[in-house]
């Protein structure tokens, strides 16, 4: 079975992901400067992008992980009802926070990271997001970092997956409607 024969196109190939994650790096390096930031995957769709994000950043920073769990979502959709599965490793309070994630959809994931973090002080804690999917949002949230604007596709591959797959391919691509059914 190749993974590839399950897409309908292409919405952003490898070299693109790779040049803009490489602006992205560049600008978070310059904004924090030597205040040592904290990336904060979320698990598990964020983990190829923070991989790769970590990687274009010239400045000392350190890493974790946190893995939360949507319920009674479809498929293709979350319920914006969340719970923590995995907490992060570090103390955060007064320590400059930048949440990496996969794709903002409706808002209800982050928003919730985001309030569950704050009440933890953080020195600053901002948001990069690699996809930003607009046109669904239900809760508005400021992003400080987006990769790309995408239309509302369901799309797969570089971290984000259908029923677990197509985490590994090294693009962004669009499942055939024929795989949701
Ligand atoms: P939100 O709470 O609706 O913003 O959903 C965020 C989460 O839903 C993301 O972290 C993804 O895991 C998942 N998600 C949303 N849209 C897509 C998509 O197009 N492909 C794969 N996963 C998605
Ligand atoms: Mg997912």
Same mark, same amino acid.
């Given at each position: 079975?190749?993974?590839?024969?399950?897409? &309908?196109?292409?919405?952003?190939?490898?070299?693109?992901?790779? &040049?803009?994650?490489?602006? %992205?790096?560049?600008?978070?390096?310059?904004?924090?400067?030597?205040?040592?930031?904290? %990336? /904060?995957?979320?698990?598990?769709?964020?983990?190829?992008?923070?991989?790769?994000?970590?990687? &274009?950043? $010239? !400045?000392?920073?350190?890493?974790?992980?946190?893995?939360?769990? $949507?319920?009674?979502?479809?498929?293709?959709?979350?319920?914006?009802?969340?719970?923590?599965?995995?907490?992060?490793?570090?103390?955060?309070?007064?320590?400059?926070?930048?949440? /990496?994630?996969?794709?903002?959809?409706?808002?209800?994931?982050?928003?919730?990271? /985001?309030?569950? *973090?704050?009440?933890?002080?953080? &020195? $600053?804690?901002?948001?990069?997001?690699? *996809?930003?999917?607009?046109?669904?949002?239900?809760?508005?949230?400021?992003?400080?970092?987006?990769?790309?604007?995408?239309?509302?596709?369901? /799309?797969?591959?570089?971290?984000?997956?259908?029923?677990?797959?197509?985490?590994?391919?090294?693009? !962004?691509?669009?499942?055939?409607?024929?795989?949701?059914?």
């Amino acid at each position: 079975m190749r993974l590839e024969d399950h897409l &309908a196109k292409i919405l952003i190939p490898s070299d693109r992901l790779q &040049a803009r994650i490489y602006e %992205l790096g560049a600008q978070i390096a310059r904004d924090y400067g030597d205040t040592r930031p904290l %990336l /904060v995957c979320v698990l598990k769709g964020g983990v190829i992008f923070m991989s790769d994000l970590s990687r &274009a950043m $010239s !400045i000392p920073h350190e890493l974790d992980f946190m893995a939360i769990s $949507s319920y009674g979502g479809t498929r293709t959709e979350s319920s914006g009802v969340v719970r923590i599965l995995m907490d992060l490793n570090a103390n955060i309070e007064n320590r400059h926070v930048l949440i /990496v994630e996969d794709i903002i959809d409706t808002g209800h994931t982050l928003h919730y990271m /985001v309030d569950t *973090l704050r009440t933890r002080n953080p &020195a $600053s804690l901002k948001i990069c997001t690699l *996809l930003n999917k607009q046109e669904r949002r239900e809760v508005e949230i400021k992003l400080d970092y987006v990769g790309f604007d995408i239309p509302n596709e369901f /799309v797969v591959g570089y971290g984000l997956d259908f029923d677990e797959l197509y985490r590994n391919l090294p693009y !962004i691509g669009v499942l055939k409607p024929e795989m949701y059914s």
